[in-house]
């Protein structure tokens, strides 16, 4: 099984900036296309109870007259979607492990904003735990395991630890990169190069604005609010749309920094890059993980990419399936 140690890629990949231009390039999204396609499953399209009536959307796909060993629920990261290149190039390598995969949209994702009237939140934990719950239920491969990618490994950690009181049996959790302090990682896009703040900031105003024009009686926002900074427009977001008091209530909210996942007990491994420009390093250093949890360092990688090569092949996701795999014998 490869561990963060022999994640050794070229000196030009040695940049993490190089590595998130290429991991969100037309050239990795190809790949993960062709990924996909190459292990020849039947892909359909599904609504997923979200309870209180809120529905979202995913894909299930699975290699037909395959035994399946498992069923892989996989959460991509914010302003990312099913689609996202490394959430197809996992699915593929699950699926070439002989597992089920089921890439679920968070709220207002993947082109769904339709489903549901209200905004998308980091604190919509309820949601995805009686999601993957229906999914669970829809789908019988067993053992059920769960990986996540930055905000959705953060979402994954936290379904694993809620998993046991919602009557979820899950196998084991894998995050990459996940979004450990929120308050840091606000601070880091903020100070860090200004192409992280212009991709977050550019995505997330694209989704206002359709959410605005599907629902404007809902939502009447102006421009001028669009044109908030990152900052200001999550605290308009976290006073409007929330029922947290504060932008720090908001942050603490879905923050899993410190002991907050002492009571974990499903089987966890994540997987971090000491040159991720997104999720500050040190934060990772004071983190109290259970005996079920282990933390796997690489010294490059960036945020969520350890492209490998020109191809764009990724390690994160192959390491991802191993330990997903293993959840099955």
Not at 31 to 49: C, F, K, P, Q, S
Not at 107 to 115: A, E, Q
Not at 205 to 227: C, G, M, V, Y
Not at 305 to 312: G, L, S, V, W, Y
Request: hydrophobic letters at 45%; one cysteine or more; a neutral charge.
């Amino acid at each position: 099984m490869v561990t963060a140690a022999d994640y050794r890629p070229p000196r030009w990949l040695r940049n993490p900036h190089m590595q998130s231009m290429l991991g969100s390039s037309p050239l990795r999204l190809r790949r993960g296309m062709r990924a996909l396609a190459n292990t020849g499953a039947m892909t359909t399209e599904h609504i997923v109870d979200g309870g209180d009536g809120v529905r979202l959307q995913g894909w299930h796909s699975a290699i037909p007259g395959m035994r399946s060993r498992g069923l892989a629920l996989l959460l991509h990261g914010w302003e990312g979607s099913a689609e996202s290149s490394y959430m197809r190039l996992t699915a593929a390598q699950m699926l070439s492990r002989g597992f089920e995969v089921f890439r679920l949209n968070f709220r207002d994702h993947g082109n769904t904003h339709h489903l549901n009237e209200d905004l998308f939140h980091s604190n919509r934990l309820d949601e995805v735990v009686h999601a993957a719950a229906d999914i669970s239920a829809r789908f019988d491969a067993r053992p059920m395991v769960v990986a996540g990618y930055s905000l959705g490994g953060n979402f994954a950690l936290r379904l694993a630890l809620r998993a046991p009181m919602a009557g979820l049996a899950l196998a084991r959790v894998a995050a990459v990169c996940p979004v450990l302090d929120p308050a840091s990682t606000m601070d880091s896009i903020e100070q860090g190069p200004a192409l992280y703040d212009w991709y977050f900031t550019r995505k997330w105003r694209s989704s206002l604005i359709r959410k605005r024009e599907l629902f404007p009686h809902r939502h009447d926002f102006d421009n001028a609010t669009l044109a908030l900074d990152i900052r200001a427009l999550t605290d308009w977001l976290v006073r409007r749309h929330t029922t947290f008091e504060s932008l720090e209530a908001y942050f603490e909210g879905y923050s899993i920094g410190g002991a907050r996942l002492a009571g974990l007990q499903v089987p966890a491994d994540i997987l971090m890059a000491e040159d991720d420009p997104v999720i500050p390093f040190s934060t990772f250093r004071d983190w109290q993980l259970p005996e079920s949890a282990k933390l796997e360092i690489a010294p490059w990688g960036g945020h969520c990419c350890f492209i490998e090569n020109a191809a764009c092949d990724g390690f994160a996701e192959r390491w991802v399936a191993e330990r997903l795999a293993s959840a099955a014998g």
